[in-house]
């Protein structure tokens, strides 16, 4: 089993729309968790950090982190054409290890 | 320049080649990271510098050499290279060792 399990997609969604992207992951000695996003010829660009599990809210974006159950969650609110990239998820065991990224989903939304 | 800036930022080379990428950060960090992005694969760390000092290199083959004369910059040399090398090669940074990282927009790399 991989450490980072995500669905490469694409994922195409219309505009205004409710965007769920996800990552399941093994090793439940993953603490920090992160989502990446990145636009085609540009590097990935930190879009949310999070401690553990909970909710943590930063504009049109939610993270969510279930540690019961090895599975984080990005939701995007009223989507943009803008918000069209690739998202990377990422976690690690300490803030100072290695980071372990999932291969990334790949997201269209539809003007 | 802001950020992180990495060039060149495209670069052929045949598999004799000696070529070099150049990551410079404009952002106060201590820490560097190389990392190898191929398609539908997820990101592969490199190497990792902290205060100059190299503190992780992941199996990488002796083709990839590092050098990282100061904290602020940071390369990566390049030879005997083979076509399964290609890929898009990012740096990072980081404040300190660890995942709070910024991303340079990569060097894509074909090696024919």
């Known amino acids: 089993q991989k450490e980072v399990e995500q669905d490469p997609g694409p994922l195409s969604v219309p505009e205004g729309a409710i965007v769920s992207l996800n990552c399941t992951y093994s090793?439940?000695?993953?603490?920090?968790f992160m989502w990446y996003r990145q636009y085609s010829r540009k590097g990935p660009e930190l879009l949310m950090y999070?401690?553990?599990?909970g909710n943590k809210e930063d504009g049109r974006f939610t993270a969510q982190v279930d540690k019961s159950s090895k599975y984080i969650s990005l939701f995007i609110r009223d989507s943009q054409p803008s918000d069209s990239a690739t998202y990377l998820c990422?976690?690690?065991?300490?803030?100072?290890?290695?980071?372990?990224f999932g291969k990334g989903t790949r997201l269209h939304i539809l003007p | 320049e802001t950020g992180v800036t990495q060039t060149p930022r495209h670069l052929v080379m045949g598999m004799t080649n000696k070529k070099s990428l150049k990551c410079e950060q404009h952002l106060g960090h201590n820490a560097m990271y190389w990392y190898k992005q191929s398609a539908k694969k997820p990101l592969e760390l490199m190497f990792v510098y902290n205060f100059k000092e190299q503190t992780e290199n992941n199996s990488v083959p002796s083709r990839f050499s590092p050098e990282c004369p100061n904290s602020s910059h940071l390369f990566l040399h390049l030879h005997t290279l083979q076509p399964e090398d290609s890929a898009l090669y990012l740096c990072?940074?980081?404040?300190?060792?660890?995942?709070?990282?910024?991303f340079g927009p990569g060097t894509r790399l074909t090696v024919l």
């Open positions: 999070t401690y553990s599990s």
């Open positions: 090793n439940s000695a993953f603490q920090y």
């Open positions: 990422a976690m690690s065991a300490n803030r100072d290890d290695k980071i372990i």
């Open positions: 990072a940074s980081s404040r300190y060792s660890g995942n709070e990282q910024f």
